[in-house]
């Protein structure tokens, strides 16, 4: 059977259980076709058929037979599509793990679009309906927009920007980047994982055939939820993997099981850890420290971090008591977000004939996890060599040494070859990791002057068996020194873990705290913003409150429900984050072929860390971008942070600008340079060829809030971010449809090192808000904990049309303090979006919602019953 790819002849198997997808990347190497959701929803796979963009996950590699296949690495006939170079111009990736499927279906309808309206933009639903079928997990959208509509304008006709704001941006929009999904080593074996399928249950004893196997369970061998790894095997195909995992029987003792959490809570209710040391090892669905609480049961806690407490809780009562109209009080619920990065957790491990173990993995510390991978196998730190060149998309779930790098290390040991492993969607969406669901009581009292005089909030944490709720602890750092009594509890149930999600605990917070000090505002007839800006004492947030006020479309929005049919609003949220560090963050650069290479651990997630360090080595160098290189995502590099706690960019930064000067340093000391200043030209890199100097993150002026690292190498340092979100939406009162039409995200970070990936990282991050306000919820089954939405389908993240206008202001000021001036904007752009919506839902419809996602059901019963 034959077909053409990219105008090669291929020959194409017989099986028919072989996709489009398996044939391309497996058979022929071509993985710039990616595979994300294998149900057709995600368009990672999009391939032109005769010319027409297909999605090759559902397709059968037989379906291909006498057809002319083209690939995202056979668009533009060998030369670069202006579509590639109009996503690069305009950054229109992150990840970049979606890029090449929207690549493929934007060549397809630039095409198609300039040879019916010539070099003509089209309009924004136009773009937004020719890209429908693909989804961006990053939420790199309204990049995605300007390069479609500039390309259909053929303003990319030309060749390519020399320096594109992103560094491998050619390298993401040809397909040529490498993800560990792709990396498929010589002789390497596959593994699957098989999964539990009780929610609590003694295992006493799992049969693997013959297959190899290695054993996940714990050593209590209790399974504690529906899709917990229990064993993964391995064989030389996926086919036979496959096949050796359905081989395996396990047996089981039920137990009694608390799959649902209102059940959990429950006198008599199965316990999920009974132990000390079981509730010692619980997972941690937080950033950090999780600090120590007493349990009861099922529910862990309280965890109070308020100050004065009594006073707060005496003053809510009276206020109560008296029925004081200054007193708000409300219970705000938010639904699980899944991460569902599109590139799942992947791992692919081997071990030289040295004993040396090189481990491919999808991970977000490429650092930290070759530590953790030393430890675990008992290896000299330099034996283990971890690479992640792209992640495609991490969230916080990507973090240290997980089940796929376990199972996958094992098992290369075992079968004596590399292995493979991959969590296939259901996986990915059951145990890869989720934000936890919360409760949260509050209250706030305002004094006859409008001043906070008290607030209470008790916030209960659905993290399946994990813990970490730390909720209302963030409550301690916005809105002043009023009494408070903040506290916390996490409520386990035989459901899968959460993981730290991009601000843990933070949208469930705002999502109430934000509500409710708009309900004030409108209680005590203040505007929302100026009241905030009072009770804040931010001084950086205040600027932010400033710039809000003053757009037109806070100015101008009209005072009460507008009538018809539909009805737009304006909401605002704040919001505050920490401002985490690495201070042994290093970077050496070397100069090699008259280019300077900079060389740092640093995994590239999507947020640009590749840009942030080329760009200030160019601009302290004084060299063109396209002679500094970066080799980023090695262990075998100098050490660099984990991209977690948005501590990346402000290690970075500094560390490369120190390098950078010693660099200059040695340039001048060498006579070498532009009239020996240090800044330097092609000739006088050629005259430094081999020179290598290291760079180090200097210390903050002011010093950190701790004086040590923290385990995972962090440093708390002073000061701490801001957002301001000022959203505006259209409520369909007759369908109960919201949509966000326009969006401004004021953030404050300080100095900002790489201007358009930062920025897209904000859009980003206001996409993200966007979905778990209106669309993100998992569901589970209440008898087993069975995760229901376990396809992308079912579980539902925003699409291109979904996207609102986004506009981001940065603030740069009062980050003076800190070397190198920036801090890190990753999580603080993203926790307040969500109730910005819900503020602005309120002020469409004078209806107040409480519970997330904001589904039409909720909201047509929430304005039927006002
Ligand atoms: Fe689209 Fe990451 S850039 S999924």
Redesign the pocket.
């Given at each position: 059977m034959g077909t053409t790819v990219n105008g090669t002849p291929a020959q194409i198997g017989a099986d028919p259980a072989t996709t489009a997808a398996e044939f391309v990347r497996d058979g022929l190497g071509l993985t710039g076709t990616k595979t994300a959701c294998n149900a057709g929803v995600c368009g990672s796979c999009t391939l032109l058929l005769d010319g027409a963009p297909a999605a090759s996950c559902l397709l059968p590699a037989t379906a291909l037979e006498g057809r002319s296949v083209t690939t995202v690495e056979g668009i533009g006939n060998g030369a670069e599509h202006p579509v590639q170079r109009a996503f690069a111009a305009h950054d229109a990736?992150?990840?970049?793990?979606?890029?090449p499927g929207f690549v493929v279906e934007a060549a397809a309808f630039v095409d198609r679009h300039r040879a019916e309206h010539g070099d003509t933009a089209p309009a924004r639903d136009e773009i937004a309906d020719a890209l429908a079928g693909h989804l961006?997990?990053?939420g790199?959208y309204p990049g995605i927009y300007a390069a479609v509509a500039s390309a259909c304008a053929g303003e990319h006709d030309g060749a390519a920007e020399s320096a594109p704001p992103r560094t491998e941006a050619a390298e993401k929009a040809s397909g040529r980047a490498r993800y560990t999904t792709d990396v498929r080593p010589e002789g390497c074996w596959e593994a699957v994982i098989v999964r539990s399928t009780r929610a609590h249950a003694h295992v006493l004893g799992v049969d693997a055939g013959g297959a190899h196997h290695v054993d996940l369970l714990g050593a209590d061998r209790t399974v504690r939820y529906v899709g917990q790894p229990l064993v993964a095997v391995a064989a030389p195909t996926a086919a036979k993997a496959r096949a050796a995992a359905e081989q395996v029987s396990v047996d089981y003792r039920d137990l009694p099981a608390a799959a649902d959490p209102a059940a959990a809570r429950l006198p008599g209710a199965a316990v999920v850890h009974s132990t000390r040391a079981e509730r010692g090892a619980a997972p941690s669905h937080s950033e950090g420290f999780v600090p120590p609480a007493r349990w009861k049961d099922n529910v862990r806690g309280p965890f109070n971090m308020g100050w004065r407490s009594a006073t707060a809780v005496k003053r809510i009562r009276e206020a109560a008591r008296r029925g004081d109209d200054r007193l708000v009080t409300g219970v705000f619920q938010t639904a699980v977000q899944a991460h569902t990065p599109?590139e799942p957790h992947a791992c692919v491990a081997r071990w030289d004939d040295a004993g040396d173990l090189h481990i491919h993995v999808s991970t977000q510390a490429v650092a930290a996890l070759a530590e953790e991978a030393a430890e675990r196998w008992e290896l000299p730190r330099g034996r283990v060599h971890i690479t992640a060149e792209h992640v495609?998309?991490a969230f916080g779930a990507k973090a240290g040494l997980r089940v796929e790098t376990v199972a996958a290390v094992e098992l290369a040991r075992a079968c004596g070859a590399p292995v493979r492993l991959v969590f296939d969607r259901a996986a990915e969406l059951t145990d890869g990791g989720h934000r936890p669901a919360s409760r949260t009581e509050i209250a706030l009292l305002a004094d006859a002057d409008g001043h906070l005089s008290a607030m209470t909030m008790d916030a209960y944490s659905d993290g399946g068996v994990s813990v970490g709720g730390m909720v209302t602890t963030l409550a301690r750092l916005m809105y002043g020194r009023g009494p408070r009594r903040l506290r916390d509890f996490d409520v386990v149930s035989h459901r899968p873990p959460g993981a730290p999600f991009r601000g843990p605990n933070g949208p469930q917070l705002l999502w109430a705290l934000e509500q409710a000090v708009d309900d004030m505002a409108h209680r005590i007839g203040e505007d929302p913003i100026a009241l905030r800006r009072r009770w804040d004492g931010n001084t950086k947030r205040h600027a932010l409150y400033d710039w809000a006020a003053a757009l037109p479309v806070w100015r101008e929005r009209t005072a009460g429900a507008p009538p018809g049919r539909f009805r737009r609003g304006v909401g605002v949220a704040a919001a505050n984050w920490m401002y985490l560090v690495d201070s042994a963050t290093t970077i050496e650069l070397v100069v090699e072929d008259g280019t300077v290479v900079a060389e740092t651990a640093v995994q590239d997630i999507?947020t640009g860390a590749r840009s942030v360090v080329s760009g200030v080595v160019a601009d302290e160098l004084g060299v063109p971008a396209g002679l500094v290189r970066v080799r980023a995502g090695h262990s075998d590099l100098p050490y660099a942070p984990a991209s977690t706690g948005s501590r990346t960019t402000a290690s970075l930064g500094p560390a490369a600008r120190d390098a950078a000067a010693k660099l200059q340093e040695e340039a001048r000391g060498r006579g070498a340079g532009t009239a020996g200043s240090g800044r330097l030209d092609a000739a006088a890199l050629a005259a430094l060829e081999g020179l290598r100097v290291r760079g180090r993150r200097r210390r903050d002026r002011r010093g950190y809030v701790t004086p040590f690292a923290l385990p995972d190498g962090g440093t708390i340092g002073r000061g701490f971010t801001g957002a301001v979100h000022v959203v505006e939406v259209e409520v369909d009162t007759l369908l109960g449809a919201v949509r966000p039409t326009r969006c401004w995200a004021g953030i404050s970070a300080g100095r900002i090192y790489a201007e358009r990936p930062a920025r897209n990282q904000c859009e980003g991050g206001v996409v993200q808000g966007i979905g778990y306000a209106l669309y993100e919820q998992r569901r589970d089954d209440p008898l087993t904990g069975a995760v229901l939405t376990a396809n992308m389908e079912d579980y539902r993240i925003p699409g291109i049309g979904d996207t609102p206008e986004i506009t981001v202001h940065f603030h740069e000021e009062g980050w003076e303090h800190v070397t190198g001036g920036g801090v890190g904007l990753g999580e603080v752009s993203t926790i307040g979006v969500a109730a910005a919506v819900g503020n602005a839902v309120f002020d469409a419809t004078g209806w107040r919602p409480r519970e997330l996602p904001l589904r039409p059901d909720r909201i047509l019963e929430g304005i039927g019953a006002k």
């Open positions: 990736m992150q990840c970049g793990y979606c890029t961006c997990r990053c790199a599109l495609g998309g999507g």
